[in-house]
């Protein structure tokens, strides 16, 4: 299991305990909706670890004791688990900070979040000394959000920040959102042909056509990723365990996971420098196994550094 996967266990597992030994007997149906459990297997594959938990002594009156008995489902010996957990300065800090930019952006917003962030705000910063605000959106945001309202095509200039190519292209805007402090906009790229991702601030140029486009009848996936496309330089890299953390952060294909450790991927990047990039990053976290373009560029960066410095090669 993943250590994303095991978060999310127990954090819904931790969520759940308080409110099963608040309201005593209730039916599974009911915890699993609650909770989001996919089956009744599921819930009780969860509540089972529960038997291997309680306080130092591990005595029959010191563990955690749950049965789902003629459809009820109840937690017993586990005072210390009846109120909800209580969240740190810093998680409050970090809810309430997430809150308040989602809130300024003016998008996903709700009556419920209004009321959290205000809870939260009372207690964190009642003095009024805490603010959180998005950059306000660029100029080129508001005319891409007009193309997406009229349905219209989209010449843009585009400076790319992988291989820092600035390229002339037709969009077809399915949607402008903000994640990560920057702006986006989603579209079919007429150029790839394909869905493609812009950083609005990567736009140099937006001219609005006098040309129509059909939008998708499903919503657009508003969401920042990568798809390697055919011309894109692929290499194979063996990760240290110190270095594991590629993998959950990049798109990558996981080739083999060693006994020690070890971890070997496929790394695609539209730029071989991209690659080099993180490569020297990683230093000796990590080993190029296969891949000529991204060993040139390697080399070429490690050189530029030296002369940067005024070193010789190695």
């Known amino acids: 299991m993943s250590s994303e996967r095991t978060v999310a266990r127990l954090s819904r597992l931790l969520a759940m305990i308080p409110w099963v030994i608040a309201n005593p007997g209730r039916p599974p149906e009911e915890v699993q909706q609650r909770f989001g459990y996919g089956s009744q297997a599921e819930l009780v594959k969860d509540l089972e670890i529960l038997f291997l938990c309680g306080l130092p002594g591990y005595g029959p009156d010191q563990l955690m004791d749950m049965y789902i008995d003629d459809d009820e489902v109840s ?5 210390y688990f ?6 740190t300065a810093a998680e409050a800090l970090v809810l309430l900070a997430a809150g308040s930019a989602v809130l ?6 709700s009556d419920a979040l209004e009321r959290a962030v205000a809870k939260l705000r009372a207690v964190i910063a009642p003095s009024e000394i805490f603010d959180v605000g998005l950059d306000p959106s660029p100029g080129v945001t508001a005319v891409l959000e007009g193309a997406v309202r009229d349905h ?9 920040m992988a291989s820092h190519a600035t390229t002339e292209r037709e969009i077809e805007p399915w949607g402008v959102f903000t994640t990560l402090g920057s702006w986006y906009v989603v579209a079919h790229c007429r150029r790839a042909g394909d869905r493609r991702v812009f950083r609005v601030d990567r736009i140099r140029e937006a001219e609005v056509l006098d040309e129509e486009f059909e939008p998708p009848s ?5 969401s920042v990723t990568y798809r390697p496309g055919p011309d894109d ?3 194979r890299i063996r990760l240290e365990p110190q270095a594991s953390w ?3 952060y990049y798109p990558v294909d996981v080739v083999d996971r060693g006994a020690d ?3 070997v991927i496929d790394f695609a990047a539209p730029d071989p420098m991209v690659t080099a990039r993180l490569l020297l990053r990683l230093g000796t976290d990590a080993t190029l196994l296969a891949g000529d373009e991204a060993a040139g560029s390697l080399s070429a960066l490690r050189q530029a550094v030296l002369d940067r410095y005024g070193r010789p090669s190695a």
């Open 82 to 87: 009846a109120a909800p957990l209580r969240l």
């Open 218 to 222: 499903d919503p657009p996936d508003e």
């Open 152 to 160: 219209r095509v989209v010449r843009i200039t585009h400076a790319s």
């Open 246 to 248: 590629v993998v959950d």
């Open 261 to 263: 450790g070890t971890t």
């Open 233 to 235: 330089s692929t290499t």
């Open 104 to 109: 300024s952006s003016g998008m996903g917003s």
């Open 75 to 79: 937690i017993e010996m586990a005072e």
